[in-house]
């Protein structure tokens, strides 16, 4: 993403918060700490781990709701990437971080356009376990 971006003359600090085998409820403890203050877009991808733990879809979808409310309360922009992603990358190669950032571009890109923040410096922290 931070590549991406760059090309795009956008000075962005991209950060990858993610954790293997967390489950949303992990991400959820540790998102007031592992999101900074003055972070512009937070990415959330929860990926499969609640499914193999045996988590239910409420709580999944209670612990994403809430990471969202605590994002948004300090002006964080949110952007949950919660799609399906192919077999071959579930354990991500470069090749699967690649295409999920490509796919999340015209999303970050909106918001740092509405927030004037193009030609300026953006901090996007991401979160995937």
Do not use: C, W
């Not at 988590?55 to 399906?84: C, F, H, P, S, W």
Request: hydrophobic residues 45%; without cysteine.
């Amino acid at each position: 993403m931070q590549t991406l971006l760059r090309a795009k003359g956008i000075n962005a600090q991209v950060v990858n918060a993610g954790v293997p085998f967390d489950t949303t409820a992990m991400m959820l403890r540790r998102i007031d700490k592992d999101v900074p203050n003055g972070t512009d877009i937070a990415i959330l991808q929860p990926g499969g781990n609640d499914r193999r733990f045996f988590v239910t879809k409420q709580e999944r979808a209670a612990n994403i709701g809430e990471m969202d409310r605590r994002l948004r309360a300090r002006g964080i922009k949110v952007i949950v990437y919660d799609d399906d992603i192919p077999l071959r990358f579930i354990h991500l190669t470069p090749e699967g971080h690649a295409m999920i950032a490509a796919a999340l571009l015209p999303r970050v890109m909106a918001i740092l356009e509405l927030r004037g923040a193009v030609n300026g410096h953006s901090t996007v922290a991401g979160s995937r376990p």
